[in-house]
């Protein structure tokens, strides 16, 4: 029988631990998450797909959630599920891969191969089985595909300018389950469901005054129960609503004291839509500064554009001219970002609540990391929810004399930091304050790894030997191996590394052409890694030659980008890949072929260069960036075998 997890349970998964648990219990931490009372982060379902792995449990993947499909290795996929495979793995959070990430990226191209797509048009029963994946395509392939293509639209987090675009075309070309906008009404509009929010002012237009204000109304009626980001999406669809019937209406005189509408009072606020009745022109002229000062929370509390908060800090300006008092700057919350350095540089930030409100702004690096200098220049402490408010990529940002100011304690209360985007000497830094402060945990070495583990990039070699001869295996994970201080692993043996990387060694394998790793093995004897570790590293010293010198070995294929033959084994298989992708010699059984493990499909060619993928997928919010440089398969946050390497892969 499954057994059944807690929420807790399941919410509080670590990766290290679990690493030791047998195989059933694993199985219901994954089968557990079929519930949906617990949400796993990106790096414990990467994990846990990984563990899945290592304990042969792949193959049955209809019990996993579609979130952890999306962390499976995709290479490893056998044609004759693939379909069954990708239509549930579509169906995941996307959000839980980076854009661009060669996972994602790999997910895609897998899809278009098994489902043997070969042009820029999708055919429904292929986009019954992309799913979410569709999220990723060109706005060509938008226009040129199926009308249905609108239904795998509707999964997408975020859609760029250009795909909103191809959206609209679709919808205003006809041939739609939804007919032509003039005939729709508010059924039609709710059918569309998110495809609302991409509807533009061509397309909004078209729809009759009637259906639009019954959307408006229906919107409102459940505004209350929404979260904060379905509040800004409500507000902005209602103003985009509004905004054709206000083009067609004269503007209005203004009045004597300049208002051309309603003035605002304090009674306005209480209507969470009053801003949709004023353009932000509108707004600052009805809005008096006496007002605003009585009545700054309330206004804050609502979704104001960045138009308007610009009108509400300009008048703040106006009426503190000397500076905004610290009681007032712990309620401007978003407003706060609107702040430039200079102006920042003189608030009057004296105690951590102010600092924890202040935290709640939108801030941008460079502004953070003066509001910072400015809290710790008055004397203010870094307490552990301070740090773990601030997060460790914006504590990197800090300088190094104002890091030597935080207490040690502060960083055992703070929580795990991601400090990966530090300097070497702040890594290091921190390493001893973390050190210092889990101490006391030193007698338990597993509970010790578990705290010291962010923190370990500025730890010395001889701390690492210790931590490796503690008597209990920690089962040192890949991505935080390949994140330890490269000058100090070069002074680590190779019993130091297998005992720090224990059931994970395997693993290591598949990082041999990672720089650090490459100069560790330099200083190894080849003779020593065979005999000693056993998966096949190559770099080391060999023995000496007739000449009396000795070179390095090269490097096997396993980490090269070199394609090899298709894999035609299901993902548990008889002959299953180990952690790490280190392939054991198959048994003898009839018509079985063995996998390649470090090789995509020959089948994913054709469309290495097809333009039916976004090769610089859009962030959130629909703003397109230049496409971000390739991460290294090999040092990905999680411990999950790794995908494909072959040069298929997109590089963005």
Same mark, same amino acid.
């Given at each position: 029988?499954?057994r ?5 349970? @399941? ?44 304990k ?11 979130? @952890? ?8 996929v ?19 891969l ?25 055919r429904?029963?292929q ?8 999220c ?5 392939? =938008? ?12 999964l997408?987090?975020?859609?760029t ?30 059918n ?8 533009n002012?061509?397309?909004l ?6 259906a639009?204000?019954?959307?408006g ?16 999406k409500?507000l902005?669809?209602l103003?985009? #609503?509004?905004?054709?019937?206000a ?5 209005l ?17 209480s209507?969470?839509?009053f ?10 002229l ?32 106006? =009426? ?33 609540d ?21 809290y ?5 402490n ?7 408010? =601030?997060?460790?990529e914006?504590?990197c ?7 030597e100011?935080?207490?040690s ?10 400090i ?37 990039? *500025? ?13 209990t295996?920690?089962?040192?994970? #890949? ?28 693993s290591?394998?598949?990082a ?13 004897s ?6 000693? #570790?056993?998966?096949?590293?190559? *770099?080391?010293?060999v ?40 392939t ?20 994913l *060619? ?10 610089n ?24 075998s ?11």
């Open positions: 029988p499954q059944s997890l807690s929420a807790s349970v @399941l919410q509080g998964f670590q990766c290290i631990p679990a690493s030791d648990l047998p195989a059933a219990d694993i199985l219901a931490v994954a089968q557990g998450l079929q519930n949906r009372t617990a949400e796993l982060s990106s790096a414990q379902l990467s994990c846990l797909a990984r563990l899945l792995a290592a042969n449990l792949t193959a049955d993947f209809g019990r996993y959630p579609p979130d @952890l499909l999306l962390f499976f290795d995709s290479s490893e056998r044609g004759g599920t693939c379909q069954e495979f990708y239509t549930r793995a579509s169906h995941g959070n996307l959000d839980l980076p854009q661009g990430s060669a996972q994602r990226t790999g997910l895609l191209r897998g899809a278009l191969a098994c489902l043997r797509v070969r042009s820029g048009r999708l429904p029963e986009l019954s089985s992309l799913g979410a994946l569709v990723d395509m060109e706005p060509e392939t =938008i226009t040129a595909s199926d009308p249905g293509i609108l239904e795998n639209l509707k997408c987090p975020a859609l300018g250009a795909q909103r675009d191809a959206l609209n075309a679709v919808l205003l070309g006809g041939g739609t389950a939804y007919g032509d906008p003039p005939s729709w009404d508010l059924q039609t509009l709710q569309l469901g998110p495809l609302v929010m991409a509807l002012q061509t397309t237009s078209l729809v009759a005054k009637a639009r204000e019954a959307l109304r229906s919107i409102a009626a459940t505004y209350s129960t929404q979260g904060h980001s379905q509040r800004e409500s902005t669809l103003r985009a #609503l509004a905004a054709p019937a083009s067609s209406h004269p503007r005189k203004r009045s004597t004291d300049g208002c051309p509408s309603t003035p605002i009072t304090a009674s306005t606020f209507d969470p839509f801003i949709i009745n004023y353009t932000a022109e509108e707004f600052e009805c809005l008096s500064n006496e007002v605003l000062k009585a009545n700054l929370k309330p206004l804050l509390d609502q979704l104001l554009p960045t138009s308007f908060r610009q009108v509400v800090k300009n008048k703040l300006d106006q =009426i503190y001219p000397s500076g905004i008092p610290e009681e007032q700057l712990k309620l401007l919350g978003p407003l706060s970002s609107q702040f430039s350095m200079e102006e920042i540089s003189s608030w009057s930030v004296t105690t951590s102010t600092l924890l409100a202040l935290l709640d702004g939108r801030w941008k690096a460079p502004q953070l990391q003066q509001l910072l200098s400015r710790l220049g008055l004397g203010g870094l307490t552990g929810p301070l740090l773990h408010k =601030i997060g460790g914006n504590l940002n800090l300088q190094e004399v104002q890091l100011q935080i207490p304690e502060a960083i055992g209360t703070a929580g795990p930091l991601n990966s985007s530090c300097s070497q000497t702040k890594k290091d830094q921190l390493y001893r304050k973390a050190q210092e402060a889990f101490a006391g945990q030193a007698g338990t070495p597993m509970d010790y790894y578990c705290r010291i583990r962010p923190y370990l990039g *500025g730890a010395p070699a001889e701390d690492l030997r210790q931590l490796a001869a503690a008597g295996a920690i089962n040192m994970d #890949l991505a935080t191996f390949l994140a330890l201080n490269p000058d100090e692993l070069q002074k680590l043996s190779v019993p130091d590394v297998k005992r720090l990387l224990g059931e994970n060694l395997p290591l394998k598949t041999e052409n990672e720089t650090s790793v490459m100069r560790w093995l330099e200083r190894q080849q003779r020593e890694l065979d005999c000693q #570790l056993g998966i096949g590293l190559k *770099g080391g010293m023995e000496p030659s007739p000449t009396g010198t000795s070179t390095p070995t090269q490097p096997t294929a396993s980490a090269s980008t070199t394609p090899g033959p298709t894999p035609t084994s299901p993902m548990a298989s008889s002959n299953p890949t180990a952690p790490g992708g280190t054991h010699p198959a048994p003898t059984t009839p018509n079985t072929v063995t996998p390649s493990t470090h090789s995509a499909p020959s089948t *060619g054709p469309i290495s260069t097809s333009p039916l993928m976004s090769t997928p859009p962030a959130l919010g629909g703003t397109t960036h230049p496409a971000p440089a390739t991460p290294s398969t090999h040092s990905a946050a999680s411990t999950f790794p995908t494909s390497t072959s040069p298929l892969v997109s590089s963005n």
